[in-house]
């Protein structure tokens, strides 16, 4: 505790309220909303650290669906992008029940990877609770690196809702994913 030179408590200031989360900066970015469910707790009733990544992924596969493609469609002809890097910062916890909104950008695309950011954000008072991002390789059915093609970077560079997206109308930003677990 601090105390003053004459040895008493030092009296602190009232704590400042906690800004707004600052949008996710980047272009053409796509939300999706979950809610935490209980096995994706710690012992402390908070989100594990590594519910956070399958939170990613969700909203990862969405990105794309959104954009009118899915991992299963590039999987079936031969295109697998593995997650080879990821970065996390926690700011803020998240409890069972709480409504979290991840939010995910293109951060860059590169020949052969792309990195994909990310903000995860509790809507009910609009707290920060964790940013990252993933970095992905492109790799073929044997898993060799292979460069991307222009077709795929065509999906990349699509808005939401793009070139005949499955994820058009129902698939809104609004709605909260089902189970927070990918397609």
Do not use: Q
């Given at each position: 505790?601090?105390?003053?030179?004459?040895?008493?408590?030092?009296?602190?200031?009232?704590?400042?309220?906690?800004?707004?989360?600052?949008?996710?900066?980047?272009?053409?970015?796509?939300?999706?909303?979950?809610?935490?469910?209980?096995?994706?707790?710690?012992?402390?009733?908070i989100?594990?650290?590594?519910s956070?990544?399958?939170?990613?992924?969700?909203?990862?596969?969405?990105?794309l669906?959104?954009?009118?493609?899915?991992y299963?469609?590039?999987?079936?002809?031969g295109?697998?992008?593995?997650?080879?890097?990821?970065?996390?910062?926690?700011?803020?916890?998240?409890?069972?029940?709480?409504?979290?909104?991840?939010?995910?950008?293109?951060?860059?695309l590169?020949?052969?990877?792309?990195?994909?950011?990310?903000?995860?954000?509790?809507?009910?008072?609009?707290?920060?609770?964790v940013?990252?991002?993933?970095?992905?390789?492109?790799?073929?059915?044997?898993?060799?690196?292979?460069?991307?093609?222009?077709?795929?970077?065509?999906?990349?560079?699509?808005?939401?809702?793009?070139?005949?997206?499955?994820?058009?109308?129902?698939?809104?930003?609004?709605?909260?994913?089902?189970g927070?677990?990918?397609?």
């Amino acid at each position: 505790m601090d105390r003053t030179p004459s040895g008493a408590p030092a009296s602190r200031p009232p704590a400042s309220p906690v800004p707004a989360a600052p949008p996710l900066a980047l272009p053409n970015p796509s939300k999706v909303r979950l809610r935490v469910r209980f096995n994706e707790t710690d012992l402390m009733g908070i989100v594990h650290h590594a519910s956070y990544l399958s939170y990613m992924e969700v909203a990862r596969v969405e990105w794309l669906r959104r954009r009118g493609i899915t991992y299963a469609a590039w999987a079936e002809s031969g295109l697998h992008l593995p997650v080879v890097e990821v970065s996390l910062k926690y700011r803020a916890s998240s409890r069972f029940d709480d409504e979290l909104e991840i939010e995910v950008g293109l951060g860059e695309l590169r020949a052969a990877s792309l990195r994909f950011d990310y903000r995860i954000v509790r809507p009910k008072d609009d707290r920060l609770c964790v940013e990252g991002s993933t970095r992905l390789a492109c790799v073929d059915g044997n898993h060799a690196l292979k460069r991307i093609s222009p077709e795929m970077a065509d999906v990349f560079g699509r808005p939401e809702g793009g070139e005949d997206s499955p994820g058009r109308g129902g698939g809104g930003g609004g709605a909260l994913a089902s189970g927070g677990a990918p397609r």
